[in-house]
């Protein structure tokens, strides 16, 4: 299993170093040490918390969807012309942008400030990994 030091599983959990520390500390999550001695964190159970603390956004509508990704977020920049829109949320630590008629953003009553919710369907999802080890 890869071993993730406590800046780095904080940076992906979107918390301080501190409450990665303080969770080591009750109980919650488990850590050992690498073969610097330095403190790690196992990523299986790393995954395992941030599955766990996901917070999943309350779907007022009773339609179900295929859509699994859903990005609660703030409208950032609305950029249109007659026909088209790009809209730009910040969702926590994420920059989601989508392209869309300026009709939809009418529609949708969208303008800078606005809640809204980026539904992300894809038929391609690339995935990487870093390249180097801090």
Known sequence: MPQIRIKQAALYLGVSDDTVRRWIESGVIESGRDDAGRTVIDGFELAQL??????????PSDI???ARNRFVGIVTDIVADRVMAQVELQCGPHRVVSLMSSEAVR????????????????????????????
């Open 107 to 134: 529609e949708l009553g969208l303008e800078l400030g606005s809640v809204a919710i980026a539904v992300v369907k894809a038929t391609t999802v690339i995935v990487e990994t870093p390249t180097g080890k801090d």
């Open 50 to 59: 941030a599955k766990q603390n996901a917070v999943l956004p309350a779907d």
């Open 64 to 66: 179900g969807r295929s």
